[in-house]
């Protein structure tokens, strides 16, 4: 079994900044990606930012230049740094991990709010 836990999330100002955790544990297998979603109410749930074992990264456009995703392989443990936040950046954020393209697991998420 596999289980990711998030934390770190909570309520911000706008232009501030939070930065949120996720710990894999169980079999992990690598290479891997792991990564963050979001989904704010009523919409559909959208990629925010990924990373590989290898070092290669993956944002949408609207965080990029603000956020930054980073990893320590040895403690399965993704960290996404969001700073300049702005109201549009509140929803739900998921933790992800894809192992041989097909295991897919995800976090029970934390919420992200902003505003003033």
């Known amino acids: 079994q596999v289980h990711l836990v998030e934390s770190g999330g909570g309520l911000v100002q706008p232009g501030g900044s939070l930065r949120l955790s996720c710990e894999a544990s169980?079999?992990?297998?690598?290479?891997?990606?792991m990564g963050w979603y979001r989904q704010a109410p009523g919409k559909q749930r959208e990629l925010v930012a990924t990373l590989t074992t290898g070092g290669t990264t993956t944002y949408v456009g609207s965080v990029k230049g603000r956020f930054t995703i980073s990893r320590e392989n040895a403690k399965n443990t993704v960290y996404l740094q969001m700073n300049s936040l702005k109201p549009e950046d509140t929803a739900v954020y998921y933790c992800n991990l894809v192992m041989i393209r097909t295991l897919n697991y995800w976090g029970q998420g934390t919420q992200v709010t902003v505003s003033s």
């Open positions: 169980g079999s992990i297998l690598r290479p891997n990606t």
